[in-house]
């Protein structure tokens, strides 16, 4: 069973910046597909960033641009830099890794903007 830890939530007003990080408590080595989705209230869960085992990343339409995705093998941990943070991005952001046929979840973290 793998475990996804998430923090770097908050309050920030529009146009900030926060930075999400997610430890994997396996080798991201080992891992198909990685990334981070966000769910608002009333809405359904969305992608907003992911990268392959190859590399390649991709990012929502709605945050091209403004987020940015990385990661540090060696800590087994992914991050998402929020720049620019609009009303709009408000949400709760989970963590996600596809390990063989398995995928996992973290426990989300709140991500509120506003003034």
């Known amino acids: 069973q793998v475990q996804l830890v998430e923090s770097g939530g908050g309050l920030v007003q529009p146009g900030g910046s926060l930075r999400l990080s997610c430890v994997a408590s396996?080798?991201?080595?080992?891992?198909?597909?990685m990334g981070w989705y966000r769910q608002a209230p009333g809405k359904e869960r969305e992608l907003v960033a992911g990268i392959s085992r190859s590399g390649l990343m991709g990012y929502g339409k709605s945050v091209e641009g403004r987020f940015t995705m990385a990661r540090d093998n060696a800590k087994n941990t992914m991050y998402l830099q929020m720049n620019s943070l609009k009303p709009e991005d408000t949400a709760v952001y989970y963590c996600?890794?596809?390990?063989?046929?398995?995928?996992?979840w973290g426990q989300g973290t709140q991500v509120t903007v506003s003034s």
């Open positions: 996600n890794a596809q390990f063989l046929n398995a995928h996992y």
């Open positions: 396996e080798s991201i080595l080992s891992a198909n597909t």
